[in-house]
């Protein structure tokens, strides 16, 4: 990328600025040994010049909008718009949690185009396929989420909202296409046809639970039904965002950066795949696969990551699958800022990492950001809490003056040789799982979890020995700990859900539930048979209709497609 | 005579998600000569019945969704039943720390919140002279 | 408590009681040991147990839980003992097959125990035996052992099992030629598990080429073709039909001369277990607490005496007998020391 000249000159200056370092270096490390890596293990020199970066053809990183989109998906970057926010809501009732939504609507909380975007999580209760009423629910009701399940609990949430006009991120584990299902038909209860709703389901069949011990579907069925919603959405709902390639979930379980970027990678691979089997073409569903990505502590090379994620995505697509469109290459990212990084000691202290980790996030070109809390360690937001996030996001976009120009980093050597190393090791981790026979292969035997659990424990063993800084935990410890407020839900919702629930049950229309739900199961065993006439999911739309619940049709479904306790075997 | 292993169950809710720790703290715990069986469950009495067929010295109770105290409650209540009062029961996760009270209260004997190393777990439950 | 009210908790059929006593096994005291068999061997012989080994991955746990899923729909009760390996360094043991089958801690009528093999070779011990037995002393129907995935064919399974199933995944090329190995032993039933992946007919007919030329080998009195099932434990398909083999096995074999053999076998070999462990450590202990070993081992290493002639001296002291080492020989037939460099 340099003439050779100027690659000359950068020899000479850097060996004179050699000698120069290695005296003072000797003054301070009395062994001669100064060792720095990343948090990822990749080593690093004190300096990064020219002469690290001119391997790399120009073209590899190139301008904003082009292949690879190393410097971001498009031309423009900030100019107009800042990244949507999209804090995570969801608290216990439905009720409680549109108070939520509404009160951080009020103080700023802006999607694109000043739209509504609201980014809600279900509970426990919900997540598992239990409804209130069920016995398995007890203590999960309303907790780390809202407990949403029906097309009335819907009601109560979304009143009065314009749901052409808002984007409704829905945050599910197994309960997606149950979810969803059910959105659909409320929707259509207010008049809104399939094509006009917008938003997001998460279809994490694949990602969530390859990191974590849920219990879930088998990893087959898992790869089954996550393409059958991508074909519904994309025959019926042109404006809805299908699948969110979950690296933050694999972040969190404890990989390293390129083992986030591989690992999402070849699961979207697997995803795709089976996409095409069904005989949909990559350009008509790649362009709404998003990603949910972390943003940790080392501040660089979470910045390299995006973009190193950003090449190896755009190649493997148009490689690969022969995508045309660059919307199918492009990485739309919601990121959600480190969660396993903030303490539970001086709580305060996170509000000054997530500020950090909030700015990388800007400076590597997102698309929205999700901050938690302060109080992330102990509960779900406070409404402080809640708000000062979103505060750090405006401060961001509004005061540092980073949004006006593009990818402001670009160009800088350190940077740009970390996103290369980045991109090589995350490919040969690529080819690592698909050695194995790819993604499901790899989630099945166990490999992708020992490669996450090694990097969990080298992490851990270096925070218990102190070797890496956690502020508050090995260093700079405080005897008496400041007390925060921490947030719950009304003692009552347990109570209040659950006559809800016996209430609605008692009073729908049997006969029309005993048919959906007759049909439904019908449809599944045909589905598990692997008679797919893709009729499994207007079979939930009509239950949703009959007022199914999310519970209801998650038992048929564990029941008729299998169920495994934990998605992942016991550690080793 | 051989000296008496240590027999730990480490569990957790199916439902909850976080399980980095407690695989972390159970391999460290294999370290230290523990045989440790791993496992999760839907309903209390699920610990109860497995504490019983293995025999088991130490509960672990791995919690970060909350939802642990009808649980321990319920698993507290049906040890005694089976007369296995004496059984440790440690928690392990993200606890509130007004949850500490009920805890006590319970016979909950140790309480390791976010940043407790392995050393710590281990150091506990050597010190108990099981 | 106490070993008698564990014995009486066992009486009335105790889970607690049980497992404790399982737990007393596997300390290895001989004379409580000794005990508990006296108790409880004499009222075994409900159960039909069943050995589930193979290589670590193919999927031992997931399979289990499929078969217990469809006993107990046939309203048989089971009783499941789960090996693990111990680290050898540490001496513990993560126990984590249970999990797969966690739904069935809720199941009354389900006894599962997990164990580590604490340095057993393939990891079954007197430990394994014994909690077997009291598994069976409760009358279990069933009694799914399952054993450390050690690559190889675990071969003492056989001594425990009354129907063997082999577990393998398609493609699993250097376990089948070790398959030759222990065939003789492992052949009652073999599964090829994961059989929805590539290879899986391929790896079933190699096995079968095996097992046709061992077949001729193996003495029955009752006609088995030993099956080989394939089977895809996550999704449940090839199960009831590998319990159907489990249960014609059961038919077939259960009064057979081939199972009577085999029980005067394993009694003969456990006989001889149990005594060659006692002597072993009756005779450490003499070593150790009636014998000045210090300038014996001197003479030795200073070549005064042979490690032989030595042996013989702390034989004859440890013995008390009129008997030396020269004339256990004598009686098997070899020649006497004193002659053997003549």
Known sequence: MFDPDTIEKDKMLKESWAKEFDQIKQKFVKNGIYIADTYSGIPLKPLYTPEDIAHIPYDEIGVPGKFPFTRGNYPMGYQFMPWANQPVIGCGTPEETRARMDYLREQGMTGYFGRAFYNLVYDLATHGGFDPADRAAEGRIGECGMSVYSVPTMEILFKDIPLDQTNVVHITMNQTLPILAIYIAYAESRGYSTDQLRGNSMNWYHTYNVASGLATFPPKICDKLASELIWYCTKNMPLWNTTNLFGYGIEEAGANAYEEVAVIVSAGMSITRRCVEMGLDPDEFLPRFGFQIGQGNDFFEEIAKIRALRKVWAKTNKNIFGAKKPQSMHVRIHTHTSGAMLTAQQPLVNLIRTTIQGLGAALSGVQAMEIPGYDEALAIPSEDAARLSLRIQQVVAEETNITRVIDPLGGSYYLEWLTSELEKKAQELIEKIEDQGGFIEAWENGYIRSVIESSARKWKEATDSAKRTVIGVNKYRMEEEQKIPIYKIKPETADIQKERDFYYKKNRDKDSYDKAMIKLKEKLIQFKRGENDHSLVPAMIEAARSDATSGEMMTLMKETLGWLNSAVVAPC | MEKKTVRILMTKAEQDCHDRGVRYITTKLREAGFEVIYTNFLYPEEIVNTAVQEDVDVIGLSSSTLGHIPVLRDVKDGLKKEGLDDILIILGGVVPDDDREKLSELGIDALFGPGTTAGEVIDYIKAKNI | ?342
């Not at chain 3, 009831?240 to 083999?245: A, C, D, G, I, Y």
């Not at chain 3, 070549?303 to 098997?332: D, W």
């Open chain 3, 1 to 342: 408590m106490s070993l008698d009210k564990m014995l009486e908790g066992l009486k009335e059929g105790k889970v607690g009681a049980a497992s404790r006593l399982m737990t007393v096994l596997e300390l290895g005291n001989d004379h409580q040991v000794d005990r508990i068999m006296e108790e409880v061997y004499p009222k075994t012989g409900h159960s039909w147990v069943v050995g589930v080994t193979g290589p670590a991955g193919a999927g031992k746990s997931s399979l289990l839980n499929n078969l217990i899923y469809h006993v107990r729909k046939q309203e048989k009760t089971v009783g499941v003992i789960l090996v693990d390996p111990t680290s050898p360094i540490s001496g513990g043991a993560v126990l984590g097959d249970r999990i797969r089958m966690s739904s069935f801690s809720r199941d009354e009528k389900v006894f599962i125990r997990s164990m580590g093999s604490r340095g057993s070779l393939g990891g079954l011990s007197i430990a394994t035996l014994g909690a077997v037995r009291i598994l069976d002393y409760l009358k279990k129907d069933f009694i799914f052992v399952e054993t450390v995935g050690t690559g190889q064919v675990d071969i003492n399974i056989c001594d425990i099992a009354d129907t063997v199933c082999l577990v393998l995944m398609p493609g699993a090329g250097d376990v089948i030629q070790s398959l030759k190995a222990g065939i003789r032993e492992v052949n009652d039933i073999f599964v090829v598990n994961k059989c929805d992946r590539p290879g899986a007919e391929d790896t079933a007919f190699n096995i079968k080429a095996i097992v046709d030329i061992v077949e001729k080998q193996v003495d029955r009195d009752f006609e088995w073709d030993a099956p080989i099932c394939l089977t895809n434990s996550l999704t449940g398909d090839g199960i009831t039909q590998l319990l159907e083999k489990i249960n014609e096995h059961y038919q077939k074999s259960e009064n057979s001369k081939y199972r009577k053999e085999k029980k005067k076998h394993q009694a003969k070999k456990e006989i001889v277990e149990i005594i060659l462990r006692k002597l072993e450590k009756f005779f450490r202990r003499q070593l150790e607490e009636k014998i000045e070993l210090d300038n014996i081992i001197n003479d030795i290493v200073f070549k005064f005496k042979s490690p032989q002639r030595a042996s013989e001296e702390i034989f004859f002291k440890i013995a008390g007998l009129e008997l030396t080492l020269s004339q256990l020989a004598e009686g098997r037939g070899e020649e006497p020391f004193e002659n053997r460099n003549a």
